[in-house]
Nanobody, 122 residues
Framework: VQLQASGGGLVQAGGSLRLSCAASGRTFSRYDMGWFRQVPRKEREFVAAIRWRGGSTYYADSVKGRFTISRDSAKNTVYLQMNSLKPEDTAVYYC????????????????WGQGTQVTVSS
């Protein structure tokens, strides 16, 4: 599975962005998918995840109610809709394909996209 993240950019606080993660590979639809973010000198932080079976979603407390993860299996794409953005959301955002049940642990992800920068100005 190869992942390509896009959609990052510069936005003012309170604004919105939608990140996309396009996947290649016939088995994409059977992977649980997640979004993480990372700032310099800190570990990659869980943001959101979605199960391939049933579509259950999970969010970090810091983004709950503001971010929405979704997937379009026909397009092999996972999205992260980010609303009411805050300066503390500034980070490089990565999408990943999960290889186990533990969606909040970045070490459990088998594949990663290259990352897309999100910058929120105050």
């Amino acid at each position: 599975v190869q992942l390509q993240a896009s959609g990052g950019g510069l936005v003012q606080a309170g604004g919105s962005l939608r990140l996309s993660c396009a996947a290649s590979g016939r088995t994409f639809s059977r992977y649980d998918m997640g979004w993480f973010r990372q700032v310099p000198r800190k570990e990659r932080e869980f943001v959101a995840a979605i199960r391939w079976r049933g579509g259950s979603t999970y969010y970090a407390d810091s983004v709950k109610g503001r971010f929405t993860i979704s997937r379009d299996s026909a397009k092999n794409t996972v999205y992260l809709q980010m609303n009411s953005l805050k300066p503390e959301d500034t980070a490089v955002y990565y999408c990943g394909a999960l290889s186990s049940h533990y969606y909040s642990d970045y070490a459990e992800y088998a594949y990663w996209g290259q990352g897309t920068q999100v910058t929120v100005s105050s």
